[in-house]
């Protein structure tokens, strides 16, 4: 090969020398910013976009590439173009717009010949991403709908929690006599046996004594005791424990 062939421009040299967008992102990355993770891999090299689904815009790329100097230009060109475009805007993007922004004069490529073809990996890498986007914009969506759920649940279960431990012991006792009232003392009177709330500690801790048949009954620790727990838990509050006085 001559030397005219095995010139490279200076921009390709300065791109070289100065690579920054090298490396990965991760879903986790993505949660955070409440943004899509779109990765697209072709032969060598590999990308990955941060993509903010309100506006389809790449708000950061990065990329890594093993197939030498030239695969590492070409990624890091194209992930510095490609930042703050659309993803549409992105995926028009051509190989030649790739290798034109490499050269020191418009008409002089920014490798040698023999160098062009891996080009070709632009538009390979940019047809993944335009097949990707709507599968990857999905599930960051869906992320934020659970995510969003969650904290409301978790808000929902703090003011539940306020509201609960914010009562005196007298009206703790009232709202869980109703409850018995409603969902269980039917079930313990038909069978010959009440239930007496003896104690509250702690907004959490329910002291109570069988009654009638409920005093000899083996299921009085077992089933009962776990029914009637997790129904006072339900309408109640989910931290209450009852301990049965023996």
């Not at 990707?132 to 960051?140: D, E, I, M, N, R």
């Not at 109703?178 to 702690?202: C, F, K, S, Y």
């Amino acid at each position: 090969m001559s030397v005219a062939e095995e010139k490279f421009s200076a921009k390709f040299e300065e791109t070289a020398s100065g690579i920054k967008h090298r490396g990965a992102y991760y879903q986790e990355d993505a949660g955070e910013k409440g943004m899509a993770l779109l990765e697209a891999k072709f032969k060598d090299t590999k990308l990955y976009w941060l993509v903010d689904v309100k506006e389809d815009r790449i708000f950061s790329a990065r990329f890594f590439a093993y197939g030498g100097k030239v695969s590492l230009v070409i990624g890091e060109t194209l992930c510095t173009m490609v930042e703050g475009l659309t993803v549409e805007e992105a995926c028009s993007l051509l190989k030649t717009d790739v290798e034109a922004r490499l050269r020191d004069e418009s008409e002089a490529p920014s490798v040698p010949e023999s160098k062009l073809k891996a080009f070709d990996t632009v538009e390979e890498l940019l047809k993944i991403v335009k097949e990707q986007y709507p599968s990857a914009k999905g599930v960051a969506i869906a992320s934020a709908s659970i995510d969003k759920t969650d904290f409301q649940s978790t808000t929902e279960l703090n003011l539940v929690a306020q509201a609960w431990l914010g009562l005196t012991k007298e009206e703790q006792k009232e709202q869980i006599e109703i409850v018995l009232d409603e969902h269980i003392r039917p079930a313990l009177m038909n069978d010959g046996g009440n239930v007496q709330v003896l104690d509250v500690t702690d907004g959490e801790k329910i002291l109570v004594q069988y009654q009638g048949a409920c005093g000899s009954c083996g299921s009085s620790l077992g089933a009962t005791l776990s029914f009637m727990e997790s129904t006072l838990r339900k309408h109640i509050y989910n931290e209450l424990n009852v301990v049965p006085q023996m």
